[in-house]
């Protein structure tokens, strides 16, 4: 540990500016995170007076601000749901589904109060010698600006631009007579029953939306460069069933059921890497069942990549392939050459004429919900800074970020997280430090800082698309946001606190010498 001590002075405001509201802790986005996080601050550390700043108009994250077809979770809601909070619907649920379980949990826990909505957040600055951040938001029912004082600032808003998909720019698009829809930014009042729909990707979105769309839609074209992995199942769980049956208590089954899915997932990544061409053969064998001997599964379900180098979404009961079985949807692999007047002209020559053309591909990803960092007034660009385990940044003091796991649900993440922040806001009560960042060892010094993810580890193309905003890796644990939850769940309760890591700061009444 290291001690460092400033100066403090009065804080202050500009001329004209109200007087900022202080919380001992902001936490910024209502979604699943940041709901986990406001549980854990309120069992963990009672004392605390925060509050959470959410730019929607209700909680909820991508389940509130998505509303394509169809939409539900691509992992299971026994590990995606929270560890505090059993869930006993089927294990992937509708956004729906996810709201109403979010909802009884701020109901439950009364988190609510704590809740601002519609508050977008616009910049954050740290101040050395008054030991705070500064955050500066623009409240959306009277568009105000409004500001709030905070010790410590956790940062739980997601990784994606909610209001702006991603669409590639492809030639001809302005010549489309049709209608383009982005499942991020879905038209409430489209009208697809009836028409011929096209939907360009094959991820865990198109999935998602083919099947709903395909209940009512004329015909259902999905339009892939490369083929996806998939994982087609019934959507139930046999150990959770038989629990119930048994008429186990509901915290009983949920623990249970959490542990098995964490054990086997863990057991199936290893044997993604160990031996990726036995996974992809039991991959695809569900897929080829469900299709028959004579559809061609090697044209358009095989990816060229390995296993887990991308998310595997899971299909419940194989609805995307029932669809295509029963010639309400098809698949067709290749690329686009240009928009026409009617629909799509392929590489191969081929048109695909649409009234509607879902363009599900993909997000843009964001660094901390593009709110503008600085310290001392100077900008602060995450890039220039080295990840500590994933979730703090060198230099960065009083600032936690919640950025979960790609083959293991988020929140098993989050809480990891939580559980670590409400263990260092403890810690520096019972020491009087003001503020707290991490900073490389001396034995780190020397170390190659590398992009943020290796590709060779994972590699969808909107994490390739931000590596250029994403913070630095270095080549050992401690600098690393790994994959690895099953190691992590041991390694986050042990970190040390007084290790040589953190670099605390006393304020100016501190009676702690500098060493």
């Known amino acids: 540990m290291t ?22 802790v902001v936490i910024v986005g209502a979604g699943i995170s940041g709901i986990g996080g406001a549980y854990f601050l309120g069992q963990q550390c009672p004392d605390k007076r925060f509050v959470i700043l959410e730019a929607e108009e209700s909680f909820g994250g991508t389940w509130w601000t998505h509303r394509s077809p169809g939409i539900r979770s691509d992992s299971d809601l026994h590990t995606f749901g929270y560890s505090f909070k059993p869930w006993i619907g089927p294990p992937i649920a509708t956004a729906e589904e996810i709201l109403a379980y979010m909802g009884d949990v701020i109901e439950e826990n009364d988190l609510d109060q704590y809740i601002r ?35 410590f600032l956790w940062m739980c808003q997601g990784y994606y631009r909610h209001n702006e998909g991603y669409t590639p720019d492809w030639e001809g698009m302005d010549d489309y007579k049709g209608i383009i829809a982005h499942p ?13 729909v096209l939907v360009i990707g094959s991820g865990a979105t198109a999935a998602t939306v083919i099947p709903a769309m395909a209940a009512t839609a004329k015909h259902v074209t999905m339009l892939q460069r490369s083929p996806t992995y998939f994982r087609p199942g019934r959507n139930a769980i046999e150990i959770t069933e038989t629990l119930r049956e048994l008429q186990v208590d509901d915290d009983v089954i949920h623990d249970i059921t959490r542990r098995k899915i964490m054990f086997d997932q863990a057991a ?17 064998a569900p ?36 669809g295509i079985k029963s010639g309400k949807a098809s698949v067709v692999t290749d690329h686009i050459d240009h928009f026409t007047e009617k629909g799509i002209l392929l590489q191969s020559g081929e048109e695909l004429e649409a009234d509607i053309v879902v363009t599900a591909t993909g997000f843009n990803m964001n660094m901390m919900g593009d709110i503008a960092f600085s310290i001392d007034g100077k900008p602060l660009d995450f890039h220039d800074t080295v990840n500590y385990r994933g979730m703090m940044f060198t230099g960065v003091p009083n600032l936690a970020w919640v950025f979960g ?15 670590f922040v409400c263990r260092l806001l403890n ?46 890796r270095g080549d050992k644990r401690e600098w690393q946001h790994t994959q690895d939850y099953w190691r992590e769940k041991n390694e986050f309760p042990e970190i040390d606190l007084d290790g040589e890591t953190f670099v605390y700061r006393w304020g100016a009444h501190s009676n702690v010498a500098a060493e």
């Open 3 to 24: 001690v460092q001590t400033t100066k403090a002075k009065d804080p202050g405001r500009q001329a004209g500016q109200a007087a900022p509201e202080h919380y001992d």
């Open 117 to 151: 909505y519609g508050h977008k957040i616009l910049k954050a600055d740290w101040s050395y010698a008054d030991s705070l951040w500064t955050v500066e938001a623009i409240r959306g029912a009277t568009g105000e600006t409004v500001r709030f004082t905070c010790n």
């Open 184 to 196: 991020e930014n879905w038209p409430t009042d489209l009208d697809y029953d009836d028409k011929e």
């Open 268 to 284: 199936f990544t290893d044997m993604c890497f160990d031996n990726p061409e036995a996974v992809t053969k039991d991959l695809l």
């Open 287 to 322: 897929v080829r069942e469900l299709l028959g001997p004579d559809y061609d599964a090697d044209k358009h379900f095989t990816p060229s990549y390995l296993p887990w180098r991308q998310r595997i979404a899971f299909v419940p009961d194989g609805d995307l392939f029932q």
């Open 405 to 419: 796991y790609f083959r293991a649900s988020w929140t098993l993440r989050s809480e990891l997280i939580a559980e």
């Open 427 to 472: 810690h520096m009560d019972e020491s009087g430090a003001k503020s707290v960042a991490p900073e490389l060892r001396a034995q780190d010094k020397d170390m190659p800082l590398l992009e943020w993810m290796e590709e060779d580890n994972f590699n969808p193309n909107y994490l390739k698309r931000a590596m250029s905003i994403l913070p630095k």
